[in-house]
């Protein structure tokens, strides 16, 4: 059966397709492919997550995805910290502007 299998790292995604015998497990598709997969890494079939003795079928795509470099809450954070506090520039249809003024007053 053919797989298809996507590698996401820090560069970009890598497509490439493994024919393995039915019944194959992800770790059969990754040993077939000869990529290095360390406990950090995230496996998924369509997005949800699985184990190396997970067995696949014919329509299923693996996703292999390297370890986050950052934590995506804290960079959101920091960038909203850095553009300042714009819930009080846009308050919204409702009074914003004269809630606005009250507080420039």
Same mark, same amino acid.
């Given at each position: +059966?053919?797989?298809?299998?996507? %590698?996401? *790292? #820090?560069?970009?995604? +890598?497509?490439?397709?493994?024919?393995?015998?039915?019944?194959? =497990?992800? #770790?059969?598709?990754? !040993? $077939?492919?000869?990529? +290095?997969?360390?406990?950090? *890494?995230?496996?998924?079939?369509?997005?949800?997550?699985? $184990?190396? !003795? =997970?067995? @696949? =079928?014919?329509? !299923?795509? @693996?996703? /292999?995805? !390297?370890?986050?470099?950052?934590?995506?809450? @804290? /960079?959101?954070?920091?960038?909203?910290? $850095? #553009?300042?506090?714009?819930? /009080?520039? =846009?308050?919204?249809?409702? &009074? &914003? %502007?004269?809630? @606005?003024? %009250?507080?420039?007053?």
């Amino acid at each position: +059966m053919l797989i298809e299998v996507v %590698k996401v *790292t #820090q560069t970009g995604a +890598m497509v490439s397709e493994a024919n393995v015998p039915e019944g194959a =497990t992800v #770790q059969c598709v990754i !040993d $077939s492919l000869g990529l +290095m997969v360390m406990p950090e *890494t995230g496996l998924a079939i369509h997005g949800r997550r699985v $184990s190396l !003795d =997970t067995r @696949l =079928t014919a329509t !299923d795509r @693996l996703e /292999v995805a !390297d370890a986050l470099i950052c934590d995506p809450k @804290l /960079v959101r954070k920091a960038r909203a910290l $850095s #553009q300042g506090d714009v819930r /009080v520039v =846009t308050c919204g249809r409702h &009074g &914003g %502007k004269r809630r @606005l003024n %009250k507080q420039l007053a």
